[in-house]
């Protein structure tokens, strides 16, 4: 039986375990004998001390299909997706783990449109990588443009010139020593914000933080923003396809900024639909019905997210973790244009934390359970079989298990991205929650023995 090469984002996997250099020249080729021949691609990297070595791979596999590369070198993933567009490449390749811990890596696919590469393209993928038909011929090209990242910042001065900034706000940006280092906090003063950078030098051993920003690993930085007395603290994963923000009382959560920038775009773009996944809580929907706005939600994933997004013509697409895909931008994840969509949308960061004072309370709460890739689809199966004793009142299986009670629900899903399966729950009791969560924790134990 074939083995899927890609996850719920890209392909995926701890470097020379799962993620050999024989499987990046083989996706590569697999690309490039997809492509038409002759045709130009750019790639770009994250921070990740193996990133030569999955780059230099995955580009022998494609120079050998007869497809030209410009090398971008590290970029974020939202310039990469960007540039793919609008520098007319047939293809962007971004060779990043994204918040996975250092030991891994894996490779992001975006069309010429900038919108990531679906299923129906992987699986296609994948055919020509088991097949071992390759093209073959004349070997293409390889430039190193690295400078090119900067044109980025002349796409989104177009994007935002009817924005209406308080520039007097101070800035923390955390890029957590990835992608958007030495990048994001240059944007930020060319805007004309005062800033205050953290983690800014480009390391792939992440030394700042863990490069997954959440409310555990941003200690240090909630330090940083309250000792130089910063207004927002802007924090990226490790090559920027995710933003989370912090103010001078913590975390600001993730539920409630997509659920606070969804609501601007629906006031600003006049369009009702947030394209989301089943991990998306319903902070979203209480925030957003009151302007007619619907949340619909799909399988988890940017690329999920990103073509519902396309394909019902929505305000904005999201993620709970901090994924934010603009339509006046592109249908790809961008957090640096996110960000400045919701200066745009405040003057003082006290109003996202009054606006939330108004909306009903939920505890939202999540778990992740280690669990080998092979034992995934069985232990999500004897989970399945068991799960009649939590008497939902209805199951959705579109992607994982989420069990919808009158009040509240709880996800059961493996991982796309790493070794393990995730429970979230949510209601409007902090006890209920926890209650709702350990009895998912539980099924998985148990599931898994």
Known sequence: ????????????????????????????????????????????????????????????????CNINVADLDIVPTPALALLTREMGFDAGIMITASHNPPEFNGIKLFNSNSIGFDRTQEIAIEDIFYSGKFRTGKTGQVEKVPGMKWKYLDFLKNCIRDFHFNRSLKLMIDPGNGAAAAFASEIFKKLGFKVFPINDVPDGRFPGRNPEPKEDTLAGTIAFLRQKNADLAICFDGDADRVVFCDQKGFLGFNEM????????????????????????????LAIESLGGKAIRGKVGDVYAAH???????????????????????????????????????????????????????????????????LKASTMEKVKEKSANLNAVSTNELDGLRFEFSDAWMLIRASGTEPAIRVLAESRSDIETGQLLNKGVTLVQDALK
Do not use: W
Request: hydrophobic letters at 40%.
């Open 258 to 285: 997509i659920a606070f920038i969804s609501r601007s775009l629906i006031q600003t773009s006049g369009k009702k639909i947030v394209a989301t996944t089943i991990e998306t809580g319903m902070l979203l929907d």
């Open 1 to 64: 039986m074939k083995r899927p090469i890609f996850g719920t984002s890209g392909v995926r996997g701890v470097v020379n375990q799962d993620l050999t250099p024989a499987l990046c020249a083989g996706v590569g080729m697999s690309l490039g004998t997809m492509l038409p021949e002759g045709s130009a691609v750019c790639l770009g990297t994250d921070s990740r001390l193996s990133r030569e070595l999955v780059k230099q791979a995955v580009i022998s596999g494609l120079t050998k």
């Open 308 to 374: 519902l997004a396309c394909d019902h013509d929505a305000a904005i697409g999201v993620e709970s973790v901090g994924v934010y895909i603009i339509p006046s931008a592109g249908y790809y994840p961008d957090s640096i244009f996110a960000a400045l969509t919701l200066l745009g949308s405040i003057r003082e960061v006290d109003e996202i934390r009054d606006y939330f004072r108004n909306v009903p309370r939920l505890y939202y709460d999540k778990s992740k359970i280690p669990c080998p890739n092979e």
